[in-house]
RNA sequence: GGCUCCAUGGUCAAGCGGUUAAGACACCGCCCUUUCACGGCGGUUACAGGAGUUCGAACCUCCUUGGAGUCACCA
């Protein structure tokens, strides 16, 4: 599920929630060309993981079944045609041929893109020759006959009075030739069957809203509330699109993100509680929404936010409970089976912000080698390579002398030794710690480090980078 | 291009005619830990531009500029 989509959900959900309302699911699947076999799976289960219950839907059923929309084809079609009785609709025979030509004929003349607009040219067919030819067994379309002027308004919760020319509008099909609707009408007589009440869905839709608004119209039917939302971003020219790969839910759930923090991220973006409050749980989340917090404006997804908020989430994960979540990406890892999971997501906890950093964070322990002896260079510790190679030929023959290897045992040795040893702890610990790990920035420090690979282990690899300085 | 919408730091954002223009992320610095982080403290950075309305504009109006959406037998 995409992150917009999901934000979209969550708005609703949200202000369904707060206002003691019903949060229905519908799916809406009626372009069977674009049809996902398991995509269904993925809504239920993402809605599952995020903690938002519905109390209609497919699986659960409801008053207003079905909730499937290719399974309410009749129903759309019943409705199509009294619209068309209405005078809101007309049959049209156009072929894709024609439509083309239609195109090539308003295409503008130095070469530029011109935009077309279906010429009403069905509309305006005999009722008996309309009749003979769906008789016929014709292929047909129903489109929506979209008055030749005028204007029409509504107000949108969110972004205010939005008024249309009819005139810029121009006659949609609302059923298909394959005799399923299109969202344009199903979404319409579905939301007035269903008794709903506010509409939240993307901005992309704020301008086409009149023309649904016209069929509610012609029905005599009541217009819903209709709470636009904001797009969310890539960056300033780009909204955050499928095709980048990691602008759907599962791919952050993958990455390590927790769905906790995935919400409270997505329901900051274009909505503020009006307070300071960044983090924020699913029952504050409900309490505190409202409409007016949400903003005009597109929101640029911003990842480093996302992993600090993850971060705060993750820290507050029993010690339990955040290695349960951690073990997977150990065993991606090359540490795999090989070190006690638990004693290393101790160390981890506090230290990474999404659980896809513990491999790189922890493959240190299983691969080591030559590395730039610039990393010693401490401007705060007085440490440069010469130092580091002074500290650690002192530094081996106390580490050697520990007998009995642990954390304690460590510390109190180490730390003995530095008194007397003429460095300052902070020159053999930085020195050690590098020596030993080959990275700047690890997950403890030297102690943690040194009780973690074991003696044997550590003083192979202080003798092994002190030969290299 | 037509139409619709949007415009406060790099990012998310508060602000609703009188504010030293919040807060958070990121970045930088300091402290803590004589080690990595965490944590604490502090700092740099914003009302797109121009007219108008008003005693007074980030807030209201208009224009300009910039950006987005839309113009399907997709949703």
């Not at 599952?48 to 309410?72: A, F, I, L, N, W």
């Amino acid at each position: 599920m995409h992150i917009g989509n999901l934000r979209t959900a969550l708005y609703c959900y949200l202000y369904a929630r707060r206002h003691k309302g019903i949060f229905i699911l519908r799916i809406e699947d009626t372009d069977q060309e674009r049809f996902v076999p398991g995509a269904t799976e993925i809504i239920y289960q993402t809605l599952q993981e995020c903690g938002m219950t519905h109390e209609e839907g497919p699986d659960t059923g409801g008053k207003y079944g079905p909730y499937v929309q290719s399974q309410r084809k009749d129903i759309y079609l019943r409705y199509a045609k009294r619209l068309v009785q209405l005078g809101g609709a007309y049959y049209c025979f156009c072929s894709k041929e024609r439509l083309e030509t239609l195109a090539e004929e308003q295409s503008g003349a130095n070469g530029e893109k011109t935009y077309k607009k279906y010429d009403k040219h069905c509309l305006h067919l005999p009722k008996e020759e309309i009749k003979r030819r769906l008789a016929a067994g014709e292929p047909y379309v129903i489109r929506q006959n979209i008055p030749l002027s005028g204007t029409s308004s509504y107000t949108d919760l969110v972004f205010g009075e939005i008024s249309v020319d009819f005139s810029d509008i121009e006659d949609n099909i609302l059923i298909k030739s394959d005799g399923l609707p299109t969202y344009n009408f199903a979404n319409v007589v579905d939301d007035h069957l269903m008794k709903i009440s506010h509409v939240f869905r993307g901005s992309e839709y704020l301008s086409s809203t009149p023309k649904y608004n016209l069929i509610y119209d012609t029905f005599k039917w009541e217009r819903p509330q209709y709470i636009h939302l904001p797009l969310i971003m890539r960056d300033a020219q780009h909204k955050l699109s499928k095709r980048h790969g990691d602008a759907n839910f599962d791919d952050f759930i993958k990455k390590g993100y927790l769905p906790e923090a995935i919400v409270n991220y997505i329901a900051l973006l274009g909505w503020s509680p009006g307070d300071n409050r960044e983090k924020l749980s699913f029952a504050e989340l409900i309490a505190a929404f409202d409409i007016a917090g949400i903003s005009k404006s597109g929101s640029i997804f911003d990842e480093p936010k996302l992993r600090w908020l993850n971060a705060q989430y993750l820290k507050e994960l029993s010690p339990e409970e955040f290695n349960r979540r951690a073990i997977p990406f150990y065993e991606q890892s090359k540490v795999k089976n090989k070190y006690d999971y638990a004693k290393l997501s101790a160390l981890l906890q506090s230290r990474a912000e999404i659980l896809s950093d513990i491999p790189d964070a922890v493959d240190f322990l299983e691969e080591f080698g030559d590395f730039d002896n610039a990393l010693y260079l401490n401007q705060k510790q007085k440490v440069d390579a010469a130092v580091a190679k002074a500290a650690l030929t002192a530094l081996i023959p106390a580490v050697e002398a520990i007998s009995d290897w642990s954390l304690t045992t460590i510390h109190d040795s180490v730390s003995a030794f530095a008194e007397t040893s003429g460095f300052k702890k902070g020159q053999l610990l930085w020195s050690a710690r590098i020596a030993v790990t080959g990275r700047a920035s690890t997950p403890g420090g030297a102690f943690e480090m040194f009780d973690l690979l074991g003696k044997p282990e550590t003083l192979r690899r202080l003798k092994y980078s002190l030969e290299r300085l």
